[in-house]
């Protein structure tokens, strides 16, 4: 869903929505007014939970990988160059650098501010930011905020929001709406102005991620500090027992253990001694703790909440992903979330720039997505003979059999 402040009204399409080169201290600038406590909650987790981490850069690291071409209100692409603005959105960025920033801040915050700088006049736009979700604020107008416009009346934007609000370092910076391209998901809260902004898919993760948090914190602690097991004496005298070791003979002993000892070949393997010990293993089995299944568990929840086929990055236990089936994980990522989502980002900019052609994402050079072109360019060989036939044989009028193979275009 998309906040269009483009004075135009468009339809979009709503969508359920590795190293990378978006750098993670850029977004750490933005903590220096302070933020929201949601807002500081979903920003910790992306930046300490590897696999929400690594969902949510793989998710914007294919949707920067789109090209833009130039279509008319058809649907046909023209031989239109792209303006320069989407090559070089701004001195900092090129468009993909740009296109992954606003990709990942959406998926952590649920929203996307982006302010293009222009004159008078839209259309000469001369850059574009992304501008920080943390602490942002929509300001709604007197009348809606004071209750006396329902929003559900209101039919112009001016008389929705006041304006937008941004928190950077110690500044807080101000914009008309007009000047604010916001993209945002699931708007479902209405309580006051919370209807203005979209909430993050994290929010109903935060026990799924906490979870794993809590599953490395474990192993962690097993591994650092957990004692492999008790050597004690076992001679015994009729007196008083079991002997105690004496504190020097313990000293050597683990200074033995720590030097001497290993499995490495210029280590010994056997111990060799007079003295009776007695070995008793404390080694914990990390299997039966059930850790790497509880954060597999985490991981496929939070992969479905962002569309993103969990095979891609994580295997099922005890399986193997060959390519074909990566290659099927990868298009239905594109299939189901990166093109709808391309596109609604590219629909939102064509209607603030005031193009005369619509933005559209081309992914045909994604190989794993050519595959698909193959195959549809076959089908509609073969629909267009099928039906070039029906027509020579007067089963079906060429009108009709026009309108049947626009049915393949689509």
């Keep these: 869903m998309a906040f269009n402040p483009f004075r135009k009204k468009s339809v ?7 190293p990378t080169f978006f750098s993670l201290e850029f977004i750490q600038h933005f903590l220096a007014a302070g933020v929201s406590a949601a807002d500081l909650k979903f920003l910790e987790l992306y930046l300490s939970v590897p696999e929400l981490q690594a969902i949510i850069n793989y998710r914007g690291r294919v949707f920067a990988d789109m090209r833009i ?11 239109r160059p792209i303006p320069d603005l989407l090559i070089q959105p701004n001195p900092l960025q090129n ?20 302010h293009p700088v222009f004159g008078k006049d839209t259309t000469k736009t001369r850059v574009m930011w992304n501008l920080p ?20 009346n209101a039919t112009k934007q001016e008389e929705i929001i006041k304006e937008y609000r941004f928190k950077y370092q110690d500044n807080e910076i101000t914009y008309p709406p007009e000047e604010i391209i916001h993209f945002n998901d699931n708007q479902v809260s209405f309580k006051g102005d919370k209807f203005l902004l979209g909430d993050s898919k994290i929010r109903p993760l935060q026990q799924a ?24 004496n076992d001679a015994k005298d009729a007196v008083t027992g079991t002997v105690p070791i004496i504190p020097k003979d313990r000293e050597d002993l683990q200074e033995d253990f720590k030097t001497k000892y290993g499995l490495t070949k210029e280590k010994w393997q056997l111990i060799i001694t007079n ?7 404390m080694a914990v089995d990390v299997g039966k703790l059930k850790l790497f299944e509880e954060v597999d568990s985490d991981y496929r929840a939070i992969a479905a909440a962002y569309s993103f086929p969990p095979e891609l990055l994580q295997p099922k236990s005890g399986t193997s992903l060959n390519q ?16 709808p989502e391309a596109n609604e980002f590219l629909l939102g900019l064509t209607n603030f720039l005031g193009l005369d052609m619509i933005l559209k994402a081309d992914f045909s050079h994604i190989a794993v997505l050519q595959a698909n072109l193959t195959l549809r360019s076959k089908a509609m060989q073969s629909a267009s003979k099928g039906l070039s036939d029906a027509v020579e044989s007067n089963l079906i009028e060429i009108g009709a059999a026009q309108e049947q193979f626009k049915k393949y275009l689509l």
Aim: charged share 25%; with cysteine; proline share 2%.
């Design 209 to 232: 991620c906490g979870n794993i948090k809590h599953a490395y914190e474990a192993r962690g602690i097993l591994i650092q500090n957990s004692a492999l097991g008790i050597l004690s």
């Design 275 to 281: 003295m009776s010990l007695l070995w008793q293993s």
């Design 324 to 339: 074909e089936s990566k290659d099927e994980s990868l298009r239905q990522l594109y299939q189901d979330a990166t093109i």
């Design 12 to 18: 979009v399409t709503e969508t359920v929505s590795t």
């Design 69 to 79: 071409k130039m279509v008319d209100k058809e649907g046909k692409e023209t031989e």
């Design 95 to 114: 468009f993909k650098e740009f296109a992954m920033q606003y990709h990942v801040l959406r998926d952590i915050f649920g929203n996307g501010f982006i």
């Design 133 to 152: 979700p943390v602490n942002a604020e929509v300001i709604p107008t007197e009348a809606v905020d004071k209750g006396t416009l329902i929003l559900f």
